[in-house]
């Protein structure tokens, strides 16, 4: 997504699977932008992209703690399946 030249929203896809399943890798804004509509924007660029291919749905991932994209999918009809443990340590 340009904004004067500028990149200011990224989205990258995948698929469909032999299933039908589409996946959106990636959606990623300018922070700057935040509050802008920019993620409603990708997100529906990416579910006509992905339609185009012949998925009949996608899937995405999202970290637990990104309240603003969870509200985002949840606005468009997504629903949480799963909660991922990330585990970590300091070397």
Same mark, same amino acid.
């Given at each position: &997504? &340009? =904004?004067?030249?500028?990149?200011?929203?990224?989205?990258?896809?995948?698929?469909?699977?032999?299933?039908?399943?589409?996946?959106?890798?990636?959606?990623?804004?300018?922070?700057?932008?935040?509050?802008?509509?920019?993620? @409603?924007? *990708? &997100?529906? @660029?990416?579910?006509?992209?992905?339609? /185009?291919?012949?998925?009949?749905?996608?899937?995405?991932?999202?970290?637990? =703690?990104? /309240?603003?994209? *969870?509200?985002?999918? @949840?606005?468009?009809?997504? =629903?949480?399946?799963?909660? =991922?443990?990330?585990?970590?340590?300091? &070397?």
């Amino acid at each position: &997504l &340009l =904004e004067h030249g500028k990149v200011v929203g990224v989205i990258r896809t995948g698929g469909p699977d032999r299933h039908g399943v589409g996946t959106v890798q990636m959606i990623a804004r300018d922070p700057a932008a935040r509050g802008r509509g920019l993620g @409603e924007i *990708l &997100l529906s @660029e990416a579910e006509r992209i992905l339609a /185009e291919a012949g998925s009949t749905c996608f899937e995405l991932e999202v970290f637990a =703690e990104n /309240e603003s994209a *969870l509200a985002l999918y @949840e606005r468009h009809g997504f =629903e949480r399946t799963s909660v =991922e443990t990330t585990w970590s340590r300091s &070397l």
